[in-house]
């Protein structure tokens, strides 16, 4: 039986996690997990059944209940309670519900309490903002990915294809948030290798997230189960 790997990538928004963290998957075997779109699913049910995002107990409800599952290969597909919202979850309303029910301690609780149970079952590949210092401490390769501020909003605005002053300025006041936030901030894990992607092509990042993964894993011979 080979042994089951945990690779934990976090930074801050625009960094690249999302897009190198599902290429690193595809390319090890193992199942990529964005532990935001969980966040994004909880969010998108307390829309639809008219839940108040101030509504802390009923949320901390529907994360314990809500079945998320992640799509296998470089998909990124999730389904939430057997339904495929993996575009739903993109909406704008529901990226800032998302916003909102992310600082809900409890229902952090409960998603990385799901978090973990995924990692319990196959190798992955799991990206946020506290897999390597809260949810998996002891992931077998802890990755820090960080980019300069202006770097990360100019990614962001091609991607949403807004201003860059106003893309620019969310991403501080998620860096804000993100970093003071009482339960389980922003931090690098003091084992976490550190990459900043400033200057670097998706391609040149992807080689040295690899050589890192493989220096760690017995030069990559460990696979999913």
């Given at each position: 039986?080979?042994?089951?790997?945990?690779?934990?990538?976090?930074?801050?928004?625009?960094?690249?996690?999302?897009?190198?963290?599902?290429?690193?998957?595809?390319?090890?075997?193992?199942?990529?997990?964005?532990?935001?779109?969980?966040?994004?699913?909880?969010?998108l049910?307390?829309?639809r059944?008219?839940?108040?995002?101030?509504?802390?107990?009923?949320?901390?409800?529907?994360?314990?209940?809500?079945?998320?599952?992640?799509?296998?290969?470089?998909?990124?597909?999730?389904?939430?309670?057997?339904?495929?919202?993996?575009?739903?979850?993109?909406?704008?309303?529901?990226?800032?519900?998302?916003?909102?029910?992310?600082?809900?301690?409890?229902?952090?609780?409960?998603?990385?309490?799901?978090?973990?149970?995924?990692?319990?079952?196959?190798?992955?590949?799991?990206?946020?903002?506290?897999?390597?210092?809260?949810?998996?401490?002891?992931?077998?390769?802890?990755?820090?990915?960080?980019?300069?501020?202006?770097?990360?909003a100019?990614?962001?605005?091609?991607?949403?294809?807004?201003?860059?002053e106003?893309?620019?300025?969310?991403?501080?006041?998620?860096?804000?948030?993100?970093?003071?936030?009482?339960?389980?901030?922003?931090?690098?894990?003091?084992?976490?290798?550190?990459?900043?992607?400033?200057?670097?092509?998706?391609?040149?990042?992807?080689?040295?997230?690899?050589?890192?993964?493989?220096?760690?894993?017995?030069?990559?011979?460990?696979?999913?189960?």
């Amino acid at each position: 039986m080979t042994k089951r790997i945990t690779v934990a990538i976090d930074g801050p928004a625009g960094a690249g996690k999302s897009t190198l963290a599902r290429r690193i998957a595809a390319k090890m075997g193992y199942l990529y997990v964005d532990t935001g779109a969980m966040y994004r699913a909880v969010a998108l049910w307390a829309l639809r059944t008219g839940v108040s995002l101030t509504d802390m107990h009923r949320l901390e409800q529907l994360a314990n209940e809500a079945r998320i599952e992640f799509a296998p290969g470089d998909s990124g597909g999730v389904l939430l309670n057997g339904e495929d919202v993996s575009e739903a979850i993109r909406a704008p309303e529901v990226s800032q519900a998302a916003s909102e029910v992310s600082r809900i301690p409890a229902v952090r609780r409960a998603l990385v309490s799901k978090q973990r149970e995924i990692g319990e079952r196959a190798s992955v590949v799991m990206e946020g903002r506290d897999i390597g210092s809260v949810v998996f401490p002891d992931a077998t390769v802890k990755i820090f990915l960080d980019a300069q501020p202006e770097v990360r909003a100019d990614r962001r605005a091609t991607e949403a294809a807004l201003p860059r002053e106003v893309v620019a300025e969310q991403i501080r006041e998620r860096d804000r948030r993100d970093q003071t936030r009482a339960h389980s901030p922003l931090v690098q894990a003091p084992d976490a290798v550190y990459v900043d992607t400033t200057g670097l092509s998706i391609e040149q990042v992807e080689a040295a997230l690899l050589k890192i993964i493989r220096d760690r894993t017995s030069n990559g011979k460990e696979r999913t189960e």
